[in-house]
């Protein structure tokens, strides 16, 4: 059985920041693309799109969303099977459910995510 436990979101004043943490079980992580993608908590609907926010393939190639780009920093541990998200400089517009996901091929894994509010 795949779970991806996401951990590490809550609430943070504007500018500053967060690490979200998600730990895998029941996949050969190493081989797994991982990476976080996020949705507005009023857009939870099913069928609303979640943005790509970073992923990480097998080794250190690295994709970033274009809001986040310069601010977030994904890296993984294989030893660990965690995919962490280093969130720094935030925005009240970064306030979202914050997913965790791992892809091999057709399949395509999904956490159930957890919040991050940045308020004042």
């Known amino acids: 059985q795949v779970q991806l436990v996401e951990s590490g979101g809550g609430l943070v004043q504007p500018g500053g920041s967060l690490r979200l943490s998600c730990a895998a079980s029941?996949?050969?992580?190493?081989?797994?693309?991982v990476g976080w993608y996020r949705q507005a908590p009023e857009k939870q609907a099913p069928g609303e799109q979640r943005?790509?926010?970073?992923?990480?393939?097998?080794?250190?190639?690295?994709t970033y969303g274009g809001s986040v780009k310069g601010r977030f920093t994904i890296y993984r541990s294989n030893t660990n099977n965690t995919v962490y998200l280093q969130m720094n400089s935030l925005k009240p517009e970064d306030t979202a459910v914050y997913y965790c996901?791992?892809?091999?091929?057709?399949?395509?894994?999904w956490g159930k995510g957890t919040l991050v509010t940045v308020s004042s």
């Open positions: 943005e790509l926010v970073a992923t990480i393939i097998r080794g250190t190639y690295t």
């Open positions: 029941g996949i050969i992580f190493s081989i797994y693309t």
């Open positions: 996901s791992a892809r091999l091929g057709d399949m395509f894994y």
